[in-house]
């Protein structure tokens, strides 16, 4: 990991205050998620690297959802912008919390893929060419919906021209605004309290900031970003999901330069809220969604979809296997087509076998249930073996009931443990029987089962032919 330069004569500005009313929802638009995480998210904790004296981050539209979403960290301020009018009126909103710094960044909240590196050296270049405003630019084939960055004869920046504003010669013009700016503190707010809102939409826009400084004789520079689509911002939901899609290749990639086998990449989602250990192997189609952990050595089968799981060392989940809010001990194994629902705890060399259902219960070191079971509500021990079909009848139909099996227990196939129920260690209950009362240890403990009997020439009926 690169490790970035402090700037704590830096205040970043986060605009953040649009209703992105082409999202068609009631969320603010900054609140949609990007692979689990909402992309106020990224924005913050990119800026956040820089460690600057404070962020600012304007908001407008449904902002208590923000704030509330976003909490209150000690060096963030937040601003309201009551009335949309712009993102140089949204910027002048801050003048009464930023203060007693060289610089100010001004980012977009929108922004997911945004790099921290990429506005550090920002701001180097913005202090080393010793600019009044230093905007952030990219070279694009479609420059459509950004703002034109307009040169003069000399090559210097004239001005930023918006799409809706700008000549058909101006829109050929491929070099954009990024939207991000590095401006010195004490020109910033005397450029905002010049700029007018004479312009198509009737806003007073950020951009004006750079012909104004250019008449007062101060220096306006750009510098150019690697890759253009940091840049991009979230409009619709199709740009969400294109984002999305550059942002999962991203996150595949620093995995697997951590030092895990991804299978198929473009097949797997692996969300940003993810944590995974060396020597992992995931394979084609896995969903990891939340605050998955998953450790050492772990491999997860085709089609797994685990979701704020969380797997110790060395655990093997196998195809088409579902595992919620759960804990797997190492050295464990999960499926083809095992579930295991929140409260599920798997001890160390567990066997949870196809088709087998587990919630809210504990499952101690070297027990199997290796076959079209379910286990709810149950504290099972160690080294137990629970036979193929066999269930705990948990629920009275008004409550939950537990059922606690101690060591070494044998549960043959077919059993059903009626809750609330006790068997103790080292019982055997045989295949068949309908648990009521604690089993004791020791033995073998059946229950009555009904005499078997032949009818003579009784036959299959026939499909009708109708």
């Not at 009126?89 to 893929?113: M, S, W, Y």
């Not at 296997?321 to 190492?330: K, L, Q, R, T």
């Not at 705890?345 to 379910?374: A, M, P, Q, T, W």
């Not at 080292?426 to 004791?440: D, H, L, M």
């Amino acid at each position: 990991m690169i490790s970035l330069p402090h700037y704590p004569d830096l205040q970043v500005c986060v605009l953040a205050a649009g209703q992105g009313k082409r999202m068609h929802s009631s969320r603010p638009k900054v609140l949609h998620k990007v692979l689990g995480r909402a992309m106020i998210d990224y924005v913050l904790h990119t800026v956040e690297e820089l460690t600057p004296k404070g962020i600012a981050v304007v908001t407008g539209h449904a902002s208590e959802q923000v704030r509330e979403y976003v909490g209150q960290p000690a060096n963030l301020e937040w601003v309201i912008q009551d009335k949309q009018l712009g993102t140089g009126h949204a910027v002048k909103q801050c003048e009464a919390v930023i203060n007693d710094v060289r610089d100010v960044l001004i980012v977009c909240g929108d922004t997911p893929l945004l790099r921290s590196q990429t506005l550090s050296d920002l701001v180097q270049a913005h202090r080393a060419g010793g600019a009044s405003v230093t905007v952030l630019t990219a070279m694009v084939e479609e420059p459509f919906g950004y703002g034109r960055i307009k040169r003069d004869a000399q090559g210097k920046v004239a001005a930023i021209v918006e799409e809706k504003d700008a000549s058909i010669e101006e829109r050929d013009i491929r070099e954009v605004s990024s939207g991000i700016y590095c401006v010195k503190f004490d020109d910033l707010f005397e450029l905002l309290g010049k700029v007018s809102n004479s312009n198509a939409q009737g806003e007073y826009y950020l951009p004006d900031i750079v012909p104004l400084a250019l008449t007062d004789g101060k220096s306006v520079e750009a510098m150019g970003m690697d890759d253009a689509n940091e840049m991009l911002g979230v409009n619709n939901r199709a740009q969400l999901s294109e984002i999305e899609d550059m942002m999962q290749a991203r996150i595949i990639r620093d995995w697997q330069m951590r030092g895990v086998t991804v299978e198929k990449p473009e097949t797997v989602r692996i969300e940003a809220t993810v944590n995974l250990g060396i020597d992992v192997t995931i394979q084609a189609g896995c969903y990891l969604i939340g605050s998955t952990r998953i450790g050492d050595g772990c491999r997860v089968g085709p089609y797994a979809v685990l979701v704020n799981a969380w797997l110790d060392d060395d655990v093997e989940v196998f195809a088409f296997s579902h595992i919620h809010s759960a804990n797997v001990g190492s050295d464990s194994q999960v499926g083809p087509f095992g579930r295991l629902r929140p409260g599920a705890v798997l001890g160390e060399d567990v066997h949870v076998g196809n088709f087998v259902e587990i919630k809210n219960s504990v499952v101690n070191r070297g027990s199997k249930i290796n076959h079209l079971s379910y286990i709810g509500d149950t504290d099972m021990g160690s080294n137990c073996n629970i036979g193929a079909g066999s269930i705990t009848c948990n629920y009275d139909g008004a409550n939950k009931h537990r059922t606690r099996i101690g060591d070494d227990v044998f549960v043959g196939s077919d059993t059903k443990l009626i809750a609330p129920v006790e068997v103790q260690s080292g019982a055997t209950i045989g295949a068949g029987s309908i648990i009521t009362k604690t089993v004791a240890s020791g033995g073998l403990t059946l229950s009555e089962r009904p005499d078997q009997r032949h009818v003579a020439g009784w036959q299959r009926p026939t499909k009708n032919k109708d």
